[in-house]
């Protein structure tokens, strides 16, 4: 399949005679979609939506302008999509776009950005929040009022405060950014060729860049108005079922160690140390994926071949005695089997979770039983919202999502203060060990610490993969760690964390009844363990023995203990007293991030370690996982980070 989307500020669609042009250019482009800006129309606008396009199914969305400023309009044919609204904002407008033919469902985000940067700083915040509407391909398009580098605004020599920003508002919500043909620039003041630059584009989601095999932005022809119209064009859609996850049987075929050190060594780029590593596991995982669809890298391929050969052997063997040469490719063939069988078992030991059980003996049954029970039970097939119970995937998506948004929104406009008194000091000495240089053999070891079966992080690799190549991955795992340590900054795609429902009870129908689980990025994974085995030095000096949640080796069945010894001594004493029981609710998410940073900076911690909090902390991005899926893309203003 194939789709055409334009996005043009039309700068006004009140006149007749600019309308006429539109209609005709409407008629000659065939497009799927149209996301006009700037239509500078207040109120009913269907009588012209029906002047401008002569089609019986046209349908449409708009932002109304303020009086005779601003407005977006969104038409599309009814015949091929199905449209509804699902946001409007001050600055854009979200409508979701269904096939009628084929299971197809796509976000496109209109934007009109005004000229002032504080404001276009809400309109970053507005478009972000918009990703979560939707689970899959996302298109965002319109007049942004900025350009992304100066050689996009002619006689500009130096990169912005508003350039910077645009730039990691892009960056944020992983949008890419394709190429512009037929021509440099979008806009052009007037008839002047001295002011002119790139104010329009399309930006596209990694699900839609995957899932088209061609995409094309292009400009074109300049009419009615000082901005270019821009067209995307799309083809061969091809759904990805399911993100990467790094098989760890892989470790175990012949000749995969040496086929990644040198696709690993063929991979160049410039920049930081994180961009490159960031760039370099995209890149590997793209061959990786490519490599898997083999008959080497799948073991459901290998299995048919190995047994249709066997089954040819079998055939001939009944009809007469194998000659040598058939004899020793049976044997040959079975002990291929019997390693196909071992890769088997390791694949569905990753995909059970059972950590308990050791590989050894042949258990894969059991795995694939374990596997397909945690995916059951996992599995989220009806929600009560707002009272009702809802079957509607959709709609139990938009409900989760919604929820942990809300959940890690701050909303209290006042929070006590975490300057208070009594706890113990962190020593300058405790600082300077905190706060040193990460050395070679103290990253490595982190490395080690990590569990090599714990499911895939949101980048697709598993830690037995840095394990297993870290003499190959070393050096630029290495230059991010310490990088971090001298910047505290990483890429954040780093930080990109998905958040997994485990249910607390059998049947779970209530949002209450999930206990939500993190799974981080596995270079994020290694930097928070460095971290965490420093802490734990000092510990002892930061928490109570009744506080258990940070005692090593404490339970909370300990606390349960603890607290009936308190009934039944209080009881056996028959001297007065009062027990209180609190229960503070989701304490631990509700945590604001000023008390903690005072919190910290209170018990002595250094600048360079609040540094680093703060940065890990506060640049995490969630993606709930809904049967397998991941779904939305939102930040946090409260809570540590989800467990």
């Known amino acids: 399949m194939t789709v055409k989307i334009i996005t043009w500020n039309v700068r006004g669609l009140n006149q007749a005679n600019k309308r006429c042009v539109i209609k005709n250019l409407i008629h000659e482009w065939k497009a799927d979609v149209y996301c006009f800006q700037e239509t500078k129309i207040e109120g009913d606008i269907s009588n012209i939506v029906k002047d401008l396009w002569a089609n019986r199914g046209v349908k449409f969305c708009q932002l109304e302008a ?9 038409l599309w044919d009814g015949k091929v999509w199905e449209g509804a609204i699902s946001n409007v904002g001050a600055y854009s407008i979200s409508c979701q776009f269904t096939g009628k033919n084929q299971e197809f469902t796509w976000l496109l985000t209109g934007v009109y950005a005004p000229n002032n940067r504080e404001q276009r700083e809400e309109v970053w915040w507005e478009v972000g929040s918009a990703r979560g509407l939707v689970n899959g391909p996302w298109v965002v398009c319109g007049d942004f009022n900025t350009v992304r580098y100066p050689s996009k605004k002619k006689n500009c020599g130096r990169i912005s405060k508003a350039m910077n920003d645009f730039s990691e508002f892009i960056m944020d919500l992983n949008l890419l950014d394709p190429q512009l043909a037929g021509g440099k620039y979008t806009w052009r003041k007037g008839d002047r060729h001295d002011v002119v630059a790139r104010l329009d584009r399309f930006l596209v989601s990694n699900e839609w860049d995957e899932g088209f095999k061609n995409i094309k932005q292009s400009v074109l022809p300049k009419v009615t108005s000082d901005h270019t119209p821009i067209m995307l064009q799309c083809g061969n859609w091809e759904p990805a079922k399911s993100y990467f996850k790094f098989k760890n049987w892989w470790l175990h075929t012949e000749g995969f160690l040496e086929r990644v050190k040198e696709w690993w060594t063929s991979l160049t780029c410039e920049g930081r140390p994180d961009f490159i590593l960031a760039f370099k596991l995209k890149a590997l995982k793209n061959k990786l994926r490519d490599w898997s669809k083999s008959g080497q890298g799948n073991i459901a391929l290998q299995k048919q071949s190995i047994l249709s050969q066997l089954a040819e052997l079998e055939e001939t063997q009944d009809q007469r005695i194998l000659n040598v040469e058939e004899i020793h490719s049976k044997a040959e063939l079975l002990l291929e089997f ?3 069988a071992k890769y088997e078992e390791i694949s569905w030991r990753q995909r059970s979770r059972v950590n308990w059980l050791k590989q050894g003996d042949n258990n894969t049954k059991f795995f694939h039983r374990t596997a397909n029970a945690h995916k059951r039970y996992n599995s989220i097939d009806e929600l009560n919202v707002n009272g009702e119970a809802v079957k509607s995937p959709e709609v139990i998506k938009k409900a989760i999502v919604d929820f942990y948004r809300e959940l890690y929104t701050e909303t209290e406009t006042w929070r006590p203060s975490g300057n208070c008194r009594g706890g113990q000091i962190i020593s300058e000495e405790d600082n300077l060990m905190l706060q040193k240089e990460f050395e070679d053999q103290e990253i490595w070891e982190s490395v080690k610490l990590c569990a090599g079966d714990k499911a895939p992080e949101p980048d697709g690799y598993t830690m037995a993969f840095f394990t297993h190549y870290w003499e190959v991955i070393r050096g630029e795992v290495i230059n991010v ?9 990483f890429e954040k795609s780093f930080n990109s964390t998905y958040v997994a429902l485990i249910p607390k ?23 928070s363990k460095l971290i965490t085995e420093r802490l734990k030095k000092v510990m002892h ?12 080796g404490r339970q909370i069945m300990d606390a349960i203990l603890m607290a009936n010894e308190c009934v039944d001594s209080r009881t056996r004493s028959n001297a007065p007293g009062i027990l209180r029981k609190l229960d503070i609710q989701k304490a631990y998410d509700h945590l604001n991030w000023q008390f903690l940073w005072e919190t910290l900076d209170k018990r002595g911690f250094g600048g360079r370690w609040l540094r680093w909090m703060k940065f890990c902390i506060q640049t995490v991005k969630y993606s709930v996982l809904i049967n397998g899926s991941p779904t939305g893309f939102f930040s946090a203003q409260r809570g540590p980070k989800a467990r």
């Open 66 to 74: 303020s009086g005779t400023r601003e407005g977006i309009l969104i």
């Open 338 to 340: 019997e390693n196909i």
């Open 481 to 489: 760690v310490k990088n971090f340590h001298e910047r505290c900054v």
């Open 505 to 527: 009870k059998i049947g779970a129908k209530e949002l209450t009844d999930f206990r939500p689980i993190s799974l981080i990025g596995s270079v994020y994974k290694i930097i």
């Open 541 to 552: 000096k930061l928490v109570a023995t009744q506080q258990l949640a940070f005692i090593k």
